[in-house]
């Protein structure tokens, strides 16, 4: 099936298909992604999908032929069944709700089966990736706008080196994205940030999670917001629902601080006028004005060396699958390694006595010492039945 085409933006109706060819040239020709990544972040942003096309794959490191010839790949459909396949074909039965519009039922099935293929490949051949609600969302956009074959790799890459934190075995990863928006906000607006202190910032969550691509409904603006997402450090989708908050300020300010659920439900929907272009410019000179790594509360040291916000931050040309692979993995060992701690402290909690205090406490030292030397990879089940044992000795 063809590709779906975006509709104009008032900067490609007023240039023509002129403009059009010169970014079509610039993104071709460029060694250099920051000139792209300055089309992409201008007003308008890439104007057109035959831009996008040429772009999107360019910024994401998708464009990079695989290095193992085409014979030596496995068909996708004799890879074993990813766990989260039901959840998918679920969620790709009710995707395309808003656009394109103007199709056939049968064209939308159509469209559906790609979507089911992209997703579903794309989690087969990287079986660790955690499919999560919203995922289809995503993956909706970058499939009308490349279509399905340039979409595969696109979409591979995007799991792996852009979304990476959303795709793991735990939400703690997500949740730690949202911790960074009250001290964007704190920085920026104190007295709002104050406001909103009695509700966690939860009602980001849809948003984030799917690049807003659940929250946006109309197919010409998510592509524009794309453009400059996919440009920019991962961290840079925080820092535009801070600027939605900003926009908000006055009505906010109506709904007394006293009231968090109403708070909550107010800012888990976006307004329906959004002024994306203001937005996008506002986004980028926030982040210029107020870093992550300069943002109080500690916040930017909470997070994982290993999360998209960092391993994306700065970078000048995209990275490749292995490191994404490596990231990934590291990021499940600390997710491992979090999981044996807690399960520790609510050891000795359950197990607790006076007289056993010194002997648990030791314990745990030499414990946090073995983790932190990495000697859990290897032996992580075994050796938690092992403490498990000597809590209970030691708690009778």
Known sequence: MSRSTTLSSD????????????????????????????????????????????????????????????????????????????????????????????????QLDRR??????????????????????????????????????????????????????????????????????????????????????????????????????????DYGAIARLFDFLLAEDAVVSVYVFVMIILSRRKELFEIPADEPEMLHFTLSKLPKSLDLEDMIARAKALVLEHPPEQLPFSAWNKISAYSVLKTTRGLSKPQNLTEGEAFFAKQVTQLDRAQLRQKIQLAIWRYRKPAGGVGLAVLIGLVSIWIQKGGMEATQFQAFRKIWAMLRLLGH
């Open 112 to 217: 559906k089966g790609e979507l089911s293929d992209v997703i579903t490949e794309v989690l087969r051949r990287h079986p660790m990736l955690c499919y999560f609600q919203g995922f289809h969302d995503i993956v909706q956009v970058i499939l009308l706008v490349l279509g399905k074959d340039l979409a595969i790799s696109a979409v591979t890459h995007l799991a792996l080196l852009r979304i990476r934190d959303f795709m793991l075995p735990s939400l703690s990863p997500s949740l730690a994205h949202l911790a960074l928006l009250p001290a964007i906000l704190y920085s920026v607006d104190a007295k709002l940030c104050q406001h909103l202190s009695g509700t966690q910032p939860f009602f980001a969550l849809a948003a984030t999670l799917t690049l807003y691509a659940h929250e946006i409904k």
């Open 11 to 106: 900067a490609l109706r007023a240039n023509g298909s002129s403009t059009v060819k010169n970014y079509i040239s610039t993104c071709s020709a460029t060694d250099d992604l920051s000139a792209i990544a300055a089309l992409s972040s201008s007003r308008g942003g890439l104007l057109d999908d035959r831009v996008r096309c040429v772009a999107w794959p360019r910024l994401l490191g998708s464009d990079v032929l695989p290095t193992e010839p085409a014979n030596v790949i496995p068909d996708w459909r004799s890879l074993p069944k990813h766990k989260d396949e039901d959840q998918v074909r679920l969620d790709v039965n009710r995707s395309f709700i808003y656009y394109p519009k103007n199709e056939s039922d049968q």
